[in-house]
């Protein structure tokens, strides 16, 4: 047993210098020595004999060759990393928070009567809050104009009325009523001013939803609403994209305005150099992010990672790899000093599955 713990040390020795030196010399030293000491390492275990003598079944399986478990291990710590990205967790500690009965709400981003100079805003994203409003409650209408506004449905039902539309005259689900459910998402461009409701009509169920702003690249835009669903199982594959750029830019045309055409098909347009994503993770499971997802326009990116609390803290994220950027429930992360085409990777490591929101701009 000493002969064998003797030859196993020379091996580890060997493998550390082979990892910290890739010279041909080393290289060819390292496969000969292998050899040598897998003879060794066999004939040095006489507990293999003995196990193999007591299972007959273990006697027909043959031990992998060493050379290929050993190139294994290496290509796995040599996995690489966006080392050249700084990674800020946001704990959801540090958000502000208000409890007002008919609404428990945590502020990512400065709003209302909280101020925070260190969370203002990101790139074009304004405002995100998590959001709970109870049953047969909500915002009453209301004005809002030049954003771009998104309600992200996580659990319950979400009411929209337009203010030009009477209660009871809803002729089906539209642009001026939509009742929204887990997965739907409404956006509205607030443009040169719209106002409307969002209300919890339900008789008993809390609503559980994302609200998020963001800065259009210009002013005075037509206001205009989008909704769509985005189902779980999708979600579950892999991270969907549920905003893009429209199509045209900046400088879209009346044409291009009206066809209402996302860079990404599928998802909804934004006025804004902007992406949004979201995915389920199983535990345990990767998805990584492509930055920019191939359609923005400026090459310097900046991504906001958010966790929503929506596992009663059971869901963990870690974010490329690394141990001081593991997400909690609630928490978010910036994510600086990226660019279009780098793959941020994020792996659920809690009990359960982690939801997880992806907010990409320029």
């Known amino acids: 047993m000493k002969r064998f713990a003797l030859t196993l040390s020379i091996l580890i020795v060997l493998i550390s210098i082979l990892y910290t030196d890739n010279s041909a010399s080393l290289k060819s030293f390292f496969q000969s020595s ?7 390492l066999l004939k040095a275990a006489p507990f293999t004999t003995t196990t193999a003598s007591s299972n007959p079944a273990l006697a027909s399986t043959p031990l992998p060759p060493p050379s290929s478990m050993f190139k294994n291990t290496i290509s796995t710590m040599a ?7 700084k990674i800020t967790p946001h704990r959801s500690s540090a958000r502000g928070h208000a409890d007002h009965g008919w609404l428990n709400t945590y502020h990512s981003f400065s709003f209302a009567s909280w101020y925070s ?3 203002n805003s990101y790139g074009p994203l304004r405002v995100l809050n998590e959001d709970r409003v109870r049953a047969n409650s909500g915002f009453p209408t209301h004005p809002h104009s030049n954003f771009e506004i998104f309600s992200y449905i996580l659990s319950g039902e979400l009411t929209h009325r337009d203010s030009m539309l009477k209660k ?24 040169t ?78 006025h804004a150099d902007f992406v949004m994503a979201a995915g389920i993770i199983r535990e345990g499971g990767v998805f990584e992010w492509n930055v920019g997802a191939k359609v923005t326009e400026a090459t310097k990116r900046k991504v906001y990672i ?12 870690r974010l490329d790899g690394r141990d001081d950027a593991v997400l909690e429930e609630g928490d978010g992360a910036f994510v600086d000093n990226v660019r279009a085409g780098d793959k941020l990777s994020v792996e ?4 359960v599955e982690a939801e997880v929101i992806v907010l990409d701009t320029a």
């Open 193 to 270: 001013g719209i106002a409307h409701s969002e209300f919890n009509e339900h008789a008993k169920d809390t609503v559980h939803f994302l609200q998020i702003w963001a800065l259009p690249w210009k002013k005075g835009l037509k206001p205009r609403y989008h909704t769509r669903h985005f189902s779980d199982e999708e979600k579950r594959k892999g991270f969907v994209t549920i905003l893009s750029p429209l199509k045209g830019g900046v400088e879209a045309s009346a044409e291009q305005e009206t066809a209402a055409e996302p860079m990404v098909p599928e998802s909804i347009p934004i």
């Open 117 to 119: 100079p260190a969370f």
């Open 34 to 40: 292998t050899r040598n000491i897998s003879t060794l």
């Open 79 to 85: 996995k690489p990393l966006l080392h050249q990205a």
């Open 348 to 351: 659920s490591v809690g009990e």
């Open 168 to 191: 009871g005259a809803e002729g089906g689900q539209s642009d001026r009523f939509f009742r929204m459910h887990r997965g739907d998402v409404q956006f509205t461009t607030g443009g």
């Open 306 to 317: 958010h966790l929503p609390m929506t596992k009663n803290g059971k869901s963990r994220v």
